[in-house]
């Protein structure tokens, strides 16, 4: 090292020296250490005070070139890292139940830091060391970094989001220095000497990370009492440690690779280093290695195999996220499936029959046409006790499920495991088929509540999308029902149209102008038939677009209709009103009003029609001098279906008239007293006019 770089890096170790004693004497002036008295108190001085003694003798090695400064600032590095352990480990309690991951984890650190200390002290001792022992020290120094970066990762993914705003800083402050020193010793591990423009700027790297740490102790000083460690933490900070171990371990092989490769020692090593990076891909994705590593922890590190709030919430997301019972069944199946590391499986539900059992999804299963049916002894045991079989257990034990055979389709599937009812209401909807686990897994009472549980929640799902999908079936058969009540009662009016010019025909048939009328009427009526039926079968409203209607045409030929049946009608229209609407629907709404009124009143009343203008819409009267209605009938019972005066009457056509004119914008209105008559008013939009209320007419300009 020139003179140059030794005085940037006396500087750069200056630095981080400087920062930390301040830091240092932060903390004791705010109370570290004499009023917070706690151990990740304490450890956070020990700690920073720790990194300044070793800033502060890494530069004078530099400055003064003594070896002695020089071992001790390995020593002081060492220790500040056993400090920072000791400070995360400290900041974060376990969950209920995981108590011995604080062991485990604090053993780690002890026998990472001690080894360390040990090669530290070798080679400041030991004279000329073998260069096994000169490999370790860059590989110890690496395996540190990792292991430090380990506990971070732990520390920041479970603290609860109360508390990461405070500890966000310190984390990104911590994982900073960590991550630097991971590259510069994975360097000289690699190539067999510490990079020197990466020592000479170390110093100044954890200078820059103090006022990080600064932050973190001025936001909240009780951080540290509301940490917890869980499960997912555990699992992927035990997957960090496990690819740190392996790359540490890789980058050894490498180095020795080219040591030893001769010419090709070069190449071979780039070929090792790329092999063992895919092969730790494929580890990564592989299902059977994360269940592995899971059911290890589990075993080793908690009271329980499940975080069940993890798994409650990861399971209801995933049933609330399927839309039809097809794609819910396969999400029911990897849900359970899930819970026991199983690959997958498959849903039997019952039929519309509720006879049989049959397969309705599959995951990672082969499809089987085979049925259970509901009668059977496997479906009674199922729905009577709510247990679940273990058809490993069964082979084994078959005694302990009574004199219940097994169905032969379920004993030819070799990979088949457990068989999960699903219960609503005492009664099985269905059942699931799980494959046999990816690992020897242990199914005890734990798993078996777990499984039952989540399984009443999964039948109560597809119970539900099932009776969804059933009412918006029976939903369509109501439309297709109500719109052919509409073409029953349209036909009845062209029927009673027909009929009335058959009898008028025994006596007019000779009169040329009862013969043009009446090839008109059939016309006319054809065209209207032909009509309904593309409603019919198309479930559309009738065809047409909405535009002007004359409605003084359309009086002329409801007059006419009238004085075929014989009964006179009185028509007032003493202007031209274009109204909005398509014609044959509002001919049949007025003409439908006539008819109604015609039959109320006997041949010695009078049944009028009046059409005018009231601001911005057509006003259409029909009033006759009939039977009338009561207001209860009015207010409960009119323009509801199947509601009629009359005894042969569906009461279909009221219904219809107050639909379209709803749709129009419109609005219909009855007056009505028994035995004196009844005045129906229509307001229609104008063709061309305003669509507002009638009370912006009225507003001042």
Known sequence: MDSRSAMFTAWSFGVVGVAHLAFALHLVGVGYGRSIRTRAALSLVGAVASTALWGACAAAGVVFHEPQLAALSSLLDVARYGLWFAFLLSIRRPAMGAASTTSALTAGALTLVGTATLVQCIEAWGGNLPWVVARLIPMTSMALAIYGLVLVEQVFRNVPLDSRWSVKPISAGLAGFFAFDLYMYSQAVIFGKVDVDSYSIRGVIHGLMTPLLFISTTRLRDWTSQLRISRTAAFHSATLLICGAYLLFISGVGYYVKFFGGDWGRALQ??????????????????????????????????????????????????????????????????????????????????????????????????????????????????????????????????????????????????????????????????????????????????????????????????????????????????????????????????????????????????????KDMLDTVENSLEKMRQLMVQLREGTTPAGTTFGVDLGSVINRIESVSNRRGRHLEVRCAESVVSRGHEDRIERVIGHLVHNAIDATDTKGRVWLQVDKQGDRARVVVGDTGHGMTPEFIRERLFKPFQSTKPTGMGIGAYESSQYIQELGGKISVVSVPDRGTEVTLLIPLFGGRGGSDLEVMRPK
């Open 270 to 515: 780039i070929g090792v280093v790329f092999a063992s990076l895919m092969l730790l891909i494929l580890l990564g994705i592989s299902g059977s290695v994360r269940a592995k590593l899971r059911f290890i922890l589990s075993r080793n590190f908690f009271r329980y195999r499940y975080d069940y709030r993890e798994e409650w919430l990861k399971f209801t997301q995933a049933l609330c996220s399927q839309n039809t019972p097809q794609e819910m069944g396969r999400q029911v199946i990897q849900g359970l499936a899930d819970l026991v590391e199983s690959p997958g499986g498959g849903l039997w539900m019952k039929d519309a029959t509720d006879s049989v059992y049959q397969q309705t999804a599959r995951l990672n299963l082969d499809a089987k046409l085979e049925v259970e049916k509901s009668s059977s002894d496997l479906c009674r045991m199922l729905e009577s006790k709510n247990t679940i079989v273990n058809i490993e257990e069964y082979r084994s034990f078959p005694g302990r499920y009574g004199s219940m055979p097994l169905p032969n389709w379920l004993q030819s599937m070799d990979q088949a495991w457990l068989v999960v009812p699903l219960i609503v209401s005492e009664k099985m909807i269905g059942f699931v088929v799980l494959q046999r686990a990816r690992i020897p897994f242990d199914t005890n009472w734990e798993v078996y509540d777990l499984l039952k549980t989540a399984s009443r929640q999964a039948a109560s799902f597809l119970a539900q999308m099932v009776a969804t999908e059933a009412l918006l079936e029976v939903s369509k058969f109501d439309a297709f029902n109500r719109m052919s009540a509409f073409v029953v009662h349209d036909l009845k009016n062209i029927v009673t149209q027909l009929s009335l010019m058959m009898k008028n025909a025994k006596r007019l048939h000779a009169n040329p102008e009862f013969q």
